[in-house]
């Protein structure tokens, strides 16, 4: 029976991508609690295959507007809103047979704060006598919220790994915790006790992640246990949207790579681990210590078939064919690209550079090495033009790389998240601040955002045809509009909706809009409906996008379709 138990909550959303929630930072936090002699265990209420659809929460009501169920086609969005993880009061009873003294319960992302605070809640129920403390991002900012709930005993703000082992050797020799650093909690009198968030001098000092604890059966790609790793902590921009840069209190720091390396080489031959995620906002920073490192790892790991990614995104500027071979050579199969926008007034707003050319330069050298790209822009910040976001898909609609539509959201923590309180844009619920929810109404409206989702869909399912995929495309948009919806249910109901079946009704679906502008939707009866979107964006982006159909098949574009008919 552990001493702690740590508990990454569930969550409540529209999709879950597993391998983005492997609770790495409760195993880092784990392994500082062992040096101090404590036994701890790990409760991944997320390391569950099951999911259910549960009922919209009242404040995403207006969704329903936007993302219509069920649609079948392959450039569909978000339909069903989801439990993810165990139930609450599953959580509750695994606690109290736990028997800890002390639980502490992640609470990352404000978006996901009241899952964290409904999992307390569920736990002090089930331990009354536990103490219960909570860490992450959300309570790091918005600390005297978090403390609001009497279920939570303390807020730990800023590096876990500091403060928890040092808050527990406290609670367990009766010492009053005020000087504990990063630790915030209500005071007997009244008030609240706050610290400044609590800071890894030297990341060198802190021992490999507790790896042991996560769940390698549940994080699995292609039948080998993926793994997270983290190699630096901070960034030093300071980008308007982001909580990270911002953070006058979080310098950017870097582990040494033999470090690096302990940790890796334990996920790859203990572990047995195949695919790597890099967490790091900004790996490739430091070009220098970017190159050692890919260098250690492709000397280490030599013919073991490593996958290695950086999904939180790659500044372009870093790059250059060097690093990229490098990361090639290394394992990375693809570059996630931060492209952000293309608007020179945005970025302005953004604290952003213009990244086109070294944006160009890193899809050039990525096509050299055979590296697929994803660029990554940001729609719907407060004052950012819808239009503006239509140029950007355009720009990435003429480039060799597939497009990543983010939907902005204000970030506790970060300049805009600032700007939108002082405008009076912040939404009335902490549940609405994340992407899927369409946070923002400002010059780019609800409507909009929907919009410029779903014709990133659009856009990254035109460039998957071939060059004769798209002739008949252009072909059918010639047909009557009733032709092609008939086509579409004769298609969806002489057989079980299936890849193939997909997509030839998703190219009918994408002559429809070649012909008119309008996005549609597709029931599982095959019935043809009209989903919610802006006409002006969609007959811009329909106008600027039909040179894709004019253009003459090349070598590139028969070579690669070939191999994905393979």
């Known amino acids: 029976m552990p001493d702690i138990l740590l508990i990454q909550p569930p969550i409540r959303d529209f999709y879950l991508t597993a391998k983005r929630t492997i609770p790495y930072g409760l195993a880092c936090i784990a392994s500082t609690l062992r040096l101090e002699g404590f036994s701890v265990g790990i409760l991944d209420a997320l390391a569950n295959p099951k999911s259910h659809r549960i009922a919209w929460p009242q404040e995403m009501s207006y969704l329903l507007d936007f993302y219509t169920a069920p649609d079948i086609s392959p450039i569909s969005i978000f339909q069903e809103f989801k439990h993810f993880g165990l139930e609450f009061d599953r959580i509750g009873e695994i606690s109290a047979n736990s028997g800890a003294f002390l639980i502490g319960i992640s609470s990352l992302f404000t978006a996901y704060s009241n899952e964290a605070i409904l999992t307390a809640e569920s736990v002090r129920r089930h331990c009354p006598e536990a103490v219960i403390v909570m860490g992450g991002h959300h309570p790091t900012e918005l600390p005297e919220d978090v403390l609001k709930n009497s279920c939570v005993d303390f807020v730990i703000r800023g590096e876990g790994e500091l403060s928890l082992p040092m808050l527990a050797k406290c609670l367990r020799e009766g010492r009053a915790p005020h000087k504990v650093p990063g630790v915030a909690f209500r005071k007997h009198g009244g008030g609240m006790h706050i610290n400044p968030p609590a800071i890894v001098a030297d990341l060198d000092d802190m021992p490999p992640a507790a790896l042991d604890l996560i769940d390698a059966k549940f994080y699995q790609r292609r039948k080998s246990p993926c793994a997270v790793a983290v190699a630096s902590r901070g960034c030093p921009m300071k980008c308007s949207y982001c909580s990270i840069g911002c953070a006058s209190w979080l310098p950017f720091r870097l582990k040494s790579i033999s470090q690096v390396m302990e940790h890796l080489e334990h996920a790859v031959f203990v572990a047995g681990t195949r695919f790597i995620d890099f967490e ?69 707003l953004f604290r952003r ?60 923590g970060s ?32 409507e909009d955002s929907a919009t410029l989702l779903r014709l990133g869909r659009v856009l ?91 253009k003459p098949p090349t070598h590139d574009d028969k070579r690669d379709r070939e191999n994905n008919d393979c």
């Open 280 to 348: 790091d906002e900004n790996i490739s920073f430091d070009r220098g210590w970017f190159i050692s490192l890919l260098g250690a790892i492709r000397k280490k790991f030599a013919g073991l078939g490593v996958e290695l990614r950086a999904m939180n995104g790659l500044f372009p500027p870093t790059l250059d064919d060097e690093v990229i071979g490098e990361m090639k050579a290394a394992g990375f199969t693809a570059l996630n690209l931060s492209l952000c926008t293309t608007s020179p007034e945005q970025l302005k």
């Open 415 to 446: 300049a805009d998240f600032e700007l939108c309180r002082e405008r009076f844009l912040l939404p009335g619920h902490y549940g609405l601040m994340r992407s899927t929810a369409l946070p923002i109404c400002d010059t780019t409206t609800r």
């Open 460 to 550: 990254n399912f035109i460039k998957s045809l071939s060059p004769r995929e798209l002739s008949e495309v252009r072909a059918a948009s010639n047909l009557d509009q009733s032709e092609i919806t008939r086509h579409i249910k004769e298609i969806c109901t002489r057989t079980v909706p299936d890849q193939e079946s997909r997509r030839t009704a998703g190219k009918l679906i994408v002559a429809l809009f070649m012909k008119d502008a309008k996005i549609r939707g597709i029931t599982r009866l095959g019935d043809v409906f009209n989903q919610r979107v802006s006409i002006d964006l969609c007959t811009s982006f329909r106008n600027g996008v039909s040179r894709l159909f004019d």
């Open 353 to 412: 550079a213009d990244v086109r050319t070294s944006f160009e330069s890193a899809l050039d050298s990525a096509q050299k090495h055979g590296l697929d790209c994803i660029g990554y822009i940001i729609a719907g910040a407060p004052g950012q033009s819808a239009q503006d976001s239509i140029a950007d898909l355009l720009y990435l609609a003429g480039k060799k790389v597939l497009a990543g539509v983010s939907v902005f959201y204000p970030s506790p």
